[in-house]
């Protein structure tokens, strides 16, 4: 039996989720657009994050830890989904975010951690490289208190987290067969680049007819290429596959102002999913891939059916930001 099945897990994830056809948006966009449905597996508000995390916490438990160290900004969606994966498990869950606490009432994923009860540290450094530095510090003094702390690095972006998203291949082909679709593109969103790895991973393993997609919301490209690549051979090497080397995909030029800022495009691109499927996508992520499936599809015909990754963030739509990109710097602030 392959070890994706034997490795620690716990559940946390309502799976399958919908694969769904967009028939007005495909309409609109002119390709076959189907839309898989990880806004709704089931954790929280849902999110993609919630399917890597059935592999990190099965992890920390089999370990015997009682408590969890991550984090991020303050407005994420990984720091607000990993606290509730730690309370629905018993673990204790500590977040660290960059820069200081904000003024006024907690918004979005914020207000959610509050609730969660999660115990808050803030680095006092605007540069997001700075929670690394103190997550080791907080799992160190935890442990010098007696504690037993599981350390996750931003995004949950390890071999084993991204083991999630190779499940989620074998759980969508199942899917595909059944509805007798043969895609020619998966699309997605790509941020700390865990997702992408494992689908690149599990598409490679079960030579998936799809080319992998991912438009990139916060680094350059290229570096999400090496990441990806990298991820993905590990998640190989962890579970015995062969490693199967391939082309990565990553679009440029839609992050717009920079990450965690809303841009224009995928604003207008989250309209049109709302207004024609009824589907909101995420200001940060999701946003931006459509916007992204959008321009391409406009710019010249693609032959579909396409898949369209809707991965979460649900939250961050009511995170303190104005309805459009226009006084969207409270979001900034705050990834
Ligand atoms: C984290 C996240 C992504 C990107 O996933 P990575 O594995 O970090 O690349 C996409 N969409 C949403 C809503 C997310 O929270």
Redesign the pocket.
């Known amino acids: 039996m392959n070890r994706l099945f034997t490795l620690p897990r716990v559940s946390l994830a309502t799976v399958p989720t919908p694969l769904q056809p967009a028939p007005r948006l495909s309409d609109t966009l002119g390709v076959e657009v189907w839309l898989k449905r990880d806004d709704l597996t089931g954790l929280g508000l849902g ?3 919630a399917r890597g995390l059935e592999y990190l916490i099965g992890d920390a438990l089999a370990q015997g830890c009682d408590c969890l160290v991550t984090g991020a900004g303050p407005q994420s ?2 720091a607000m989904l990993a606290a509730l994966a730690a309370r629905r498990t018993g673990l204790d869950p500590h977040l660290v975010f960059y820069g200081s606490p904000g003024a006024g009432p907690a918004t979005g994923n914020l207000l959610l951690d509050e609730l969660i009860g999660a115990e808050v540290h803030y680095t006092g450094d605007s540069d997001r490289s700075s929670v690394d530095r103190v997550i080791d510090a907080v799992a160190e003094k935890l442990r010098v208190m007696g504690r037993r702390p599981y350390r996750l690095p931003r ?1 949950g ?1 390890t071999g084993l987290g991204a083991t999630g998203y190779l499940r989620a291949s074998l759980e969508l082909s199942e899917q595909l067969l059944g509805a007798g679709l043969s895609p020619s593109q998966l699309w997605l ?8 790895a494992g689908l690149v991973a599990g598409a490679r393993w079960l030579a998936a007819p799809y080319e992998v997609v991912g438009v990139s919301v916060s680094r350059p490209a290229a570096e999400c290429v090496r990441r990806v690549d990298s991820l993905a051979n590990d998640v190989a090497a962890l579970l015995d596959l062969p490693c199967v080397p391939g082309e990565i995909t990553v679009l440029s030029g839609h992050i717009g102002p920079g990450y965690g800022i809303p841009s224009d495009e995928g604003d207008a691109a989250t309209r049109l999913v709302a207004q024609t499927e009824g589907v909101f996508l ?1 200001p ?3 946003a931006k891939a459509m916007g992204a499936l959008v321009r391409r599809a406009r710019e010249k015909p693609l032959v579909g059916p396409v898949v369209f990754l809707v ?3 649900a939250p961050t739509l009511f995170a303190g930001r104005a309805s459009t990109s226009r006084g969207a710097a409270a979001l900034e602030a705050a990834l």
């Open positions: 999110g993609n994050k969606n990984w995004g972006a969103a790509t941020g700390s680049c865990g997702t992408q995420d940060v992520f999701a991965s979460g963030g």
